[in-house]
């Protein structure tokens, strides 16, 4: 048990120190033998005539975009239309039309060009030598 609890470390004084957000009485009341009663440390708000009501109590259909109930879904079919089917359609269409990655389709008819070069020119496809040797300067030995 005290490994579990070595795991908050300099937090867990703070944890304790803090009572919970609510009590729940065992003892009898005076009214009421034997129920429990839940008490509040914070008391409720006296409730006023003049009240917030909130939109999801006049619109059950709320959804974020408007007060009045049919601006409010017109918005919401609008904003999903254009955010999730045009995005995806566009986007879809952007990506497929993007350039050749890393010129892979590039490097293939370069290299069947090349082929169909060499094989004209009676040359062998590979060289055995990659760089002309004539070009590469080589050190001598005493020269090291």
């Known amino acids: 048990m005290l490994t579990r609890l070595s795991r908050f470390g300099p937090a867990l004084p703070r944890l304790l120190s803090n009572p919970p957000a609510r009590f729940i009485s065992q003892s ?3 009214g009421a033998v034997g129920s429990t009663a839940v008490t509040e440390l914070h008391p409720a708000a006296e ?3 003049h009240s917030e009501v909130s ?3 006049k619109n059950p259909d709320y959804h974020g975009f408007s007060s009045d109930p049919v601006v409010d879904e017109w ?3 609008v904003g999903f239309f254009f955010g999730i089917s045009v995005a995806l359609v566009i986007g879809g269409t952007f990506i497929h039309y993007l350039p050749d990655h890393g010129m892979r389709q590039w490097a293939r008819r370069e290299a069947e060009r090349v082929v169909q070069q060499r094989e004209k020119e009676g040359l062998p496809l590979i060289d055995q030598n990659y760089y002309d040797p004539h070009k590469i300067v080589l050190t001598t030995a005493g020269e090291e």
Do not use: E
């Open 75 to 77: 918005n919401m079919r």
């Open 28 to 30: 009898k009341p005076t």
């Open 47 to 49: 409730k006023t005539g």
């Open 55 to 57: 939109p999801y109590v």
